[in-house]
Nanobody
Framework: QVQLVESGGGSVQPGGSLRLSCAAS????????VGWHRQAPGKQRELVAG???????NYADSVKGRFTISRDNAKNTVYLQMNSLKPEDTAVYFC??????????????WGQGTQVTVSP
């Protein structure tokens, strides 16, 4: 079994910054692609940013130039640096990881989410 734990959420004013972390633990041989997703009240969950094992990244248009995803493979941790935050960034942020276990099977896991609130 694998656990993903997000941290770093909170309340900030518009223009502020937060850094989210997603730490993976458990039966992990390697971690493939990891994505940060968010879900605002009344809206569908959307992909915000993703990073491959090799470090290739992709971003939603709404966050390009403001958010940066990165990973530390030695720590099994992925980060989301969020700058120039806007009220529309308010949501619960989840990480999702495709993990290969020691049996060499791949499975997808979700964290429990961390709340980000951007308001004056």
């Amino acid at each position: 079994q694998v656990q993903l734990v997000e941290s770093g959420g909170g309340s900030v004013q518009p223009g502020g910054s937060l850094r989210l972390s997603c730490a993976a633990s458990g039966n992990i041989f390697s971690i493939d692609t990891v994505g940060w997703h968010r879900q605002a009240p009344g809206k569908q969950r959307e992909l915000v940013a993703g990073v491959t094992f090799g470090g290739s990244t992709n971003y939603a248009d709404s966050v390009k130039g403001r958010f940066t995803i990165s990973r530390d493979n030695a720590k099994n941790t992925v980060y989301l640096q969020m700058n120039s935050l806007k009220p529309e960034d308010t949501a619960v942020y989840f990480c999702n990881a495709r993990v290969q276990d020691y049996s060499k099977y791949y499975r997808s896991y979700w964290g429990q989410g961390t709340q980000v609130t951007v308001s004056p």
